[in-house]
């Protein structure tokens, strides 16, 4: 299921970077590992729109314990946002910005 949010006011003349995000899958088999793996896309509107569409497959190791569990898929959403953020960066001060690697 994707999420979007928008901004009910936009202030004129400054550009608005759009994140859409669709999780395919939110996986954590305990004592092994949180996975999450992730299609997003961001689109930074202005003068000359711009978007760009990636991919992360994240994976942190955690322990037995449903806090470990926990904690692996804070870490890993972490890093996504990371990945994201970093892209939308990049996105805003270069037109041919790529995915993260």
């Not at 996986?27 to 999450?36: K, M, R, T, V, W």
């Not at 509107?45 to 569409?53: F, V, Y």
């Not at 994976?59 to 946002?81: D, F, K, M, T």
Request: hydrophobic share 40%; proline share 8%; net charge positive.
């Amino acid at each position: 299921m994707a999420a979007t949010w928008r901004a009910c006011r936009k202030p004129q003349g400054v550009p608005v970077l759009s994140v859409r995000a669709d999780v395919r899958r939110f996986d954590s088999p305990p004592g092994e590992y949180a996975l999450i793996d992730v299609v997003w896309s961001i689109t930074l509107s202005g003068e000359q729109p711009r978007s760009l569409t990636c991919g992360s497959h994240l994976r942190v190791p955690s322990q037995a314990s449903l806090a470990s569990v926990v904690l692996a898929h804070q870490q890993a959403i972490g890093q996504l946002a990371e990945a994201i953020a970093g892209s939308g960066r990049a996105l805003a001060n270069a037109p041919q910005a790529g995915c993260p690697r």
